[in-house]
C-alpha cells in the first residue's frame, strides 16, 4: 500500500502537466475580437452556426473539431456565447493557432542579431 501514494502523485503530476496548455489557452481567452469555442460535439455545423449567429457573433471558420468553431466578436460575446450553449472559450492562438489574420510576415519580434 505504500507504493500506491507515489504512483498517484506521478499521475496527477503528469495530469498537470498535460492540463496544463488547455487551462492556459482557456484564462487567455480575449474579451472580444477572434476566440476559438467549443460546443456540443454531437451539434452539427449547421446548428453550430445558428448558435453562433444567437450569440451575435461573426463565423471565422469551422474547427477540426466536431462542434468547434472560431469566431470573432465583440464586448459581451463571450456571455452570449455561453448562453447559446457555448462549453469551452479559448484563445485560438494558444488552442492551436487557428486565428485567420495573424500575420507571418511581422519580424518585429524575435530578430536574430
Known amino acids: 500500500m505504500a507504493r500506491t501514494a507515489p504512483f498517484l502523485c506521478l499521475i496527477g503530476v503528469f495530469a498537470l502537466i498535460g492540463l496544463a496548455p488547455l487551462a492556459l489557452a482557456i484564462s487567455a481567452a480575449p474579451p472580444s475580437g477572434q476566440t476559438a469555442v467549443l460546443f456540443d460535439p ?28 472560431v469566431v470573432d466578436t465583440d464586448e459581451g460575446g463571450r456571455l452570449r456565447l455561453s448562453a447559446a450553449g457555448a462549453w469551452l472559450l479559448a484563445d485560438p492562438i494558444l488552442l492551436g493557432g487557428c486565428r485567420s489574420d495573424f500575420d507571418f510576415s511581422d519580424t518585429s519580434i524575435g530578430n536574430p542579431i
Request: glycine share 8%; no cysteine; net charge positive.
Open 42 to 69: 454531437r451539434l452539427d455545423r449547421r446548428e453550430v452556426l445558428q448558435a453562433v449567429a444567437a450569440s451575435d457573433a461573426t463565423l471565422v471558420r469551422f474547427g477540426a473539431l466536431p462542434g468547434s468553431a
